[in-house]
Each structure stands twice: as C-alpha cells, then as structure tokens.
C-alpha cells in the first residue's frame, strides 16, 4: 500500500511541517479545513522524503547486503 510504503517519513516530517505552519489555524482563508490542509501537506513532504531520501538510501543498503551475503 501506498501509505504503508511512506508511513515512516510521514512519522518523521508531521511534526515539523505542524510546527512550521501554525498560521494556518489564524487564518480565516482556510477556516474549518485547516486540518486538512495539514494533513495534505503532511502527505505531500513524507512523499518528497520517501523519494529523496528513504527509497535510494535503501535500494543502497539492500545492495551492500546482497553483496556481502554473496562474497564468501
């Protein structure tokens, strides 16, 4: 599933991206969808790290496995 698959970047980035955009609560544009709008860009930065950062670090470290496991 989509959502397992960045589930562990939208545990480290949910924090950063509430604290960072707390105006989003003051201001009268977005009003009851604030929360939503939170949670849009949640999603939206976990799917940015997974890309950048989560998905080539681990294609490089399952390569180091599986190159450790076939040199005797």
């Known amino acids: 599933m989509w959502l397992g698959e960045i589930s562990f970047a939208v545990y480290l980035?949910?924090?950063?991206?509430?604290?960072v955009a707390p105006p989003?609560?003051?201001v009268k544009?977005?009003?009851i969808f604030a929360p939503a709008v939170l949670l849009g860009a949640v999603v939206i930065v976990a799917y940015m790290l997974?890309?950048?950062?989560?998905?080539?670090?681990r294609r490089f470290l399952y390569g180091l496995?599986?190159?450790q496991?076939?040199?005797?």
């Open 13 to 19: 980035c949910h924090t950063a991206v509430i604290l």
């Open 24 to 26: 989003l609560y003051y």
């Open 29 to 31: 544009k977005f009003g």
């Open 50 to 57: 997974h890309i950048t950062i989560e998905r080539p670090s």
């Open 65 to 67: 496995v599986k190159a």
């Open 69 to 72: 496991a076939v040199t005797p």
